[in-house]
C-alpha cells in the first residue's frame, strides 16, 4: 500500500470516529469496519493483505480449543445421571 493511500485512509476513518455512533448510516459502519479490516492487517509486518487471503483456512491447525501449541486441550467426559440409594423400607 502506497504512503499516500495509507494516509488517506488513515484520515477516512478519523472522519468516519468523529461522527456519534447514533447519527451514522449503515453505508457509514460498513466503511468504518472495512477500513479497520484494511488498516489493521496493513499494521501487522508481513501479513497477507485482506484481498489476497484465501483458502477458508483449510490449511489451520487444531491445538485444543484454541489453546497455544504444545498445550494439551481440556477433556471433559460426559458422566451419565446419578444414582439414587434405593427408598428406606
Do not use: C, Y
Request: net charge positive; hydrophobic share 20%; glycine share 12%.
Amino acid at each position: 500500500m502506497s504512503d499516500p493511500e495509507h494516509q488517506a485512509r488513515l484520515t477516512r476513518l478519523r472522519e468516519l470516529l468523529s461522527i456519534p455512533d447514533r447519527e451514522r448510516t449503515d453505508a457509514q459502519w460498513d466503511e468504518l469496519n472495512e477500513l479497520e479490516i484494511v488498516l489493521a492487517s496493513s499494521n501487522r509486518q508481513g501479513a497477507p493483505r485482506p484481498e489476497h487471503q484465501g483458502g477458508g483456512g483449510q490449511n489451520r491447525q487444531r491445538h485444543g480449543g484454541g489453546q497455544h501449541p504444545g498445550t494439551p486441550g481440556r477433556k471433559f467426559h460426559n458422566r451419565g445421571p446419578k444414582r439414587r440409594p434405593p427408598p428406606d423400607r
